[in-house]
């Protein structure tokens, strides 16, 4: 099993948690985006409650704070690509095939319209494309705060991620698209919007003035290349909203106060990357 | 034989044009390369821009690492050339735009000398330097 946790910490002092969520469901792989805490003492917290060694190779390359930690030897982890708001490692195994594990963090709709949140996708995507060329295979996870819900253009857009909410879609591998195949992404985030969906109605909550308002929006996604849904089931994708005494909801919104604006999110694959 | 009417009038001589944003983008990645004898290349390359703009992106790749890539810097232009639109792809600094040739290479300068992008340059070389040791 490989487990791998992504967590938009918005700037808190929030290593002692994630490490316990790494403590409670065995993480192998954590990412923290918007972390400002140093590597070092990140990882004192993650040996402190898991009494393992997460080690953090090349987090000096990534930008926006993203940052890995891995529960691998170093020689497993080869860094593929960087560019604004991706980070991409390879995970290469002596036990299974290898996969590209790329964390996202988009730019904040504050900051960037719809046309340039899909243009700076677009580039993302050409990032992942490259790095999967590179490693001669397409078994690519993406995990992130992608700063779009799954059903916005840089999402769903055949030259952006191209992400679909059906596996039987996705297992087709690509559209011809204008004389050009597009690779899919399956977004099983689809399924994880509003309260008939399981856990929360989404990651992230935001109110303002607006006629047009969603109030939970699913930003924290996690995306898998055709080539990885057989190592997928549905149980095993989490939306985590409390760990031991720690609760990131209030009554009706996230508990920002004291936690992330951010839930973290949690997905399982089926493969055993090392011994 | 009668000679064509001209029509076009009198044609203005080609006008001077500023160094072009792209070459200028691609000499500071031939730099790189050949500031560290290969182990980086200093790489350019054009990419698909809508509302007849013209993009290139410097990055940095790294044979010796399963060229890894880093991305550096990301140029925006129109016919005119100039203002070139910069965006620093490292996060360290806001967009610029830049009227003259003299603040895009400043923009850029300020790009390739800032701590972030030393510090890369850094633990690449020492990555490629311990691969080298490892290969020996």
């Known amino acids: ?275 | 034989m009668t000679s064509t009417k001209n029509l076009w009038g009198e044609l203005p001589a080609p006008r001077e044009l500023p160094s072009l944003p792209n070459r200028i983008l691609k000499e500071q990645g031939s730099k790189l390369t050949e500031l560290t004898s290969g182990a980086l290349i200093g790489e350019v390359i054009s990419q698909d821009q809508s509302n007849q703009l013209l993009a290139s992106t410097l990055r940095i790749k790294v044979p010796s690492l399963n060229n890894y890539i880093f991305n550096v810097v990301n140029i925006k232009y129109g016919i005119n050339l100039y203002p070139v639109t910069v965006s620093d792809l490292t996060g360290q600094s806001q967009n610029g735009v830049c009227k003259t040739v003299e603040d895009y290479e400043k923009k850029l300068e300020n790009i390739f000398t800032s701590p972030k992008v030393k510090s890369v340059i850094q633990a690449l070389l020492a990555q490629v330097s311990e691969e080298t040791h490892e290969a020996e």
């Open chain 1, 1 to 275: 099993m490989t487990k791998i946790l992504f967590w938009n910490v918005n700037k808190k002092q929030l290593s002692q948690v994630a490490s316990q969520i790494c403590q409670e469901y065995d993480i192998d792989i954590l990412v923290l985006a918007e972390s400002l805490n140093s590597d070092v003492s990140i990882q004192k917290h993650l040996a402190d409650k898991t009494q393992t060694t997460y080690i953090a190779p090349f987090n000096e390359l990534s930008n926006r704070n993203i940052k890995f930690f891995f529960r691998y030897p170093t020689e497993s982890i080869q860094p593929a690509t960087d560019n604004y708001g991706i980070s991409i490692r390879e995970i290469k195994s002596p036990l299974a095939e290898s996969i590209l594990v790329a964390a996202v963090h988009l730019s904040s709709k504050l900051y960037a319209d719809d046309n340039e949140q899909t243009a700076q996708t677009r580039q993302i995507v050409q990032s992942i494309e490259e790095a999967e060329e590179n490693a001669g295979h397409s078994r690519t996870v993406v995990i992130g705060d992608f700063n779009m819900n799954p059903f916005e253009k840089g999402l769903v857009d055949a030259d952006a991620f191209h992400g679909v909410m059906s596996q039987l879609t996705a297992r087709k591998g690509t559209r011809n698209v204008r004389s050009t195949q597009r690779k899919f992404f399956y977004n099983p985030m689809w399924g994880r919007m509003g309260d008939l969906s399981e856990g929360p109605p989404g990651t992230y909550y935001y109110q303002a003035s607006k006629n047009f308002e969603l109030f939970w929006n699913t930003f924290d996604q996690v995306l898998l290349r055709p080539g990885l849904l057989n190592a997928f089931r549905k149980e095993n994708l989490k939306v985590i909203t409390e760990i031991g005494t720690n609760r990131f909801l209030t009554s009706d919104r996230l508990n920002k106060d004291e936690f992330s604006d951010h839930l973290p999110i949690m997905i399982e694959l089926e493969i055993e990357l090392v011994a």
